[in-house]
Structures are given as structure tokens and as C-alpha cells.
């Protein structure tokens, strides 16, 4: 086994120049455990927000710092817990790890809890891997947890070609529903080739005026586009709003118009990842990679990340050498 592994962490909050990689002695597993060798990190949002101070997972963590950042983890366990019996060396695993307080994933080794990990399909590579947990439980929770859709909804999902949208749209196809997505012109052709029935560009079209009578909305911008987004529901409709700093917002706009809505904080769950990986496996679904970055970029991958503007999902490269 590995002793030496790279990590990043930070030691305050702050912009990305605060991400620094370290070297540190590979942990020993626990009882419950595996120690991965990582391949692909995911990058989400609340990774950026946190390393700003923001948001709920900062609160979580402000006591405890130096801290290694992501949640999003795939690669190989390297060694075991000694009660672990579902997961053995060599096994190619992913999973949402250690969310919130633990972290862990930016780096070329991480621990994991074995119930947090399901085995990857041999249809994705293990960094693409590292990109899929987080932003997929997102999408699905949203769709079929809080908003509940069916086949035959209409349903609209903004920032579509996003790391959470891309994926969710897909989802909403694979289960039969009519699906339209906001997004910049730039990104049209790569959603109608996912199959979305329409796009409607954001800087031209006021999607209040296009979309009416809607099922369900799953709002991945949040603020003035969620309460916007209330007068495209039906009354039986429901909207689903992600951003956390808005949500409130958004709910108490829909409550005085007699609507539903509802915010979201995803949560692992190795079941829906798992219904999540037949997708790919049945070739329904697939994850969009932007840019992957070696670990020692992860301070750039960030500025790309906060720009907002990335289509699918950005991720760290942890092999060594990456």
C-alpha cells in the first residue's frame, strides 16, 4: 500500500490562491472504511461556495480547518476496513463522500465510507467516474424525490447543459417526460443532440412567455429566475429549487401565489446512484466532461468553476502524474 499521499487543502477561507497542495502521511482505514486510490475528483459549486465561507457546509467545517475539499470520488480501493465484506482491493468504486463536514476527495487518496460506495460500470472511466456522484443525486432527487414527474409531464429545467442540468434533463427523458431547458445559444445543438424537445435561449426568449401550464420546474439558477419561473407552472405544478441561498425566496413567492415549491439539499444515497449507473450502463445517460484538470490546478479549476458558464462538469485528474 501507498504511505505518502498528495492533498489539497486550505487553512482559511478565501479565493482560490487558498488551495494548496500538501503531502501527508495515507491514512489506515477504520472499521466501516476503505482507503481509495483516487482517479477523479468531482467539482461542484458548494465546493467554491464553501472555500468562500458560504453556505451551510462552511459552518460545518469553520472549526476544524486545515481542510481537503470534494465530495465526489472515484478510483480503486487500495485496503479495507477489517469488517468490511461488500468491497475488496481492486474494486473500481464511486460514490458522495464524506458530505458535509469530511470531505476529503481532492486528492490521489481518500477515505470512504464502504456504504457510501457503489461499483462503477465498466462503460465509464474512473476519472469521468469522479465527475458523476454529487451533481447526478442532485438531478435525480430533484426530479423524482421533491417534483415527482412522470412519464408525459412537461417539465422545464434551467441551465440545462450545466453540470446538474445536463444530466437532469437526461434523466427526465429516460423516464418519458417533455422536456424544455434554458440555456445560452452556444449551448443548443449539445442539448438537442440529448434529445430535449426544446431550448430556449436566455438572452432572446422570455421563457415566462414560452412555457405555461408546466408540471414541474427544477430551477438551478434560483433568485428572480425562480420567482419567474412560478408563473410557467400549473396549479398542480411544482417548482424545485436548488440554490439554497434563494431558496426561502423562492418559496415564500410561490405561497402567495398558491403554488408549490420546494428546496433541495441533496444527500448520498448509494440506491438511487446505483439506478443512476444502469442508465449509463444501459447507455440512456452520459456525463458531459468540460475540462479535466491535474490536482495540482485545482486553484484553477476553481476560477472556471465560480464563472458559472462551464457545460457538464469540470474535474481533478489524482492519478500521480495528474
Excluded at 476496513?81 to 474494486?91: E, F, H, S
Excluded at 415527482?148 to 445536463?166: C, D, F, M, R, Y
Excluded at 423516464?175 to 440555456?183: Q, S
Aim: net charge negative; glycine share 10%.
Amino acid at each position: 500500500m501507498d504511505t505518502e499521499m498528495r492533498k489539497i487543502v486550505y487553512h482559511q477561507f478565501g479565493d482560490a490562491d487558498v488551495l494548496q497542495l500538501e503531502t501527508a502521511a495515507c491514512p489506515a482505514p477504520e472499521p466501516g472504511e476503505v482507503l481509495i486510490r483516487v482517479q477523479g475528483a468531482g467539482l461542484n459549486p458548494i465546493d467554491w461556495k464553501t472555500r468562500k465561507g458560504l453556505g451551510f457546509a462552511a459552518r460545518q467545517i469553520e472549526d476544524s480547518l486545515p481542510w481537503t475539499p470534494g465530495y465526489d470520488v472515484a478510483g480503486e480501493v487500495v485496503a479495507t476496513g477489517n469488517d468490511v465484506a461488500t468491497l475488496a482491493v481492486g474494486d473500481r468504486v464511486m460514490g458522495m463522500v464524506g458530505f458535509p463536514s469530511r470531505g476529503g476527495a481532492y486528492a490521489d487518496h481518500a477515505l470512504a465510507q464502504a456504504d457510501e460506495l457503489i461499483i462503477v460500470p465498466a462503460e465509464l472511466d474512473l476519472v469521468t467516474a469522479g465527475g458523476l456522484p454529487l451533481a447526478a443525486l442532485t438531478a435525480w432527487q430533484a426530479l423524482f424525490e421533491v417534483a415527482k414527474i412522470e412519464s408525459g409531464n412537461k417539465i422545464l429545467i434551467h441551465a440545462g447543459a450545466g453540470g446538474v442540468g445536463h444530466l437532469a434533463v437526461q434523466f427526465a427523458l429516460a423516464y418519458g417526460a417533455h422536456v424544455i431547458a434554458t440555456a445560452s445559444a452556444a449551448n443548443r445543438d449539445f442539448l438537442a443532440k440529448l434529445g430535449v424537445h426544446e431550448v430556449i435561449d436566455y438572452h432572446t426568449t422570455d421563457f415566462v412567455e414560452e412555457c405555461y401550464g408546466l408540471d414541474a420546474v427544477i430551477d438551478l439558477i434560483g433568485g428572480e429566475t425562480g420567482r419567474r419561473s412560478l408563473h410557467t407552472l400549473a396549479q398542480h405544478g411544482v417548482l424545485v429549487t436548488v440554490p439554497s441561498v434563494t431558496a426561502d425566496d423562492v418559496i415564500t413567492a410561490a405561497e402567495a401565489l398558491g403554488l408549490r415549491a420546494h428546496g433541495l439539499t441533496v444527500r448520498p444515497d448509494v440506491f438511487h446512484l446505483e439506478e443512476i449507473a444502469e442508465l449509463i450502463e444501459d447507455g440512456d445517460v452520459r456525463l458531459h466532461v468540460e475540462k479535466t484538470f491535474p490536482l495540482d490546478k485545482a486553484a484553477d479549476a476553481h476560477r472556471l468553476l465560480e464563472q458559472g458558464h462551464v457545460r457538464g462538469k469540470l474535474i481533478l485528474d489524482c492519478r500521480a502524474g495528474g
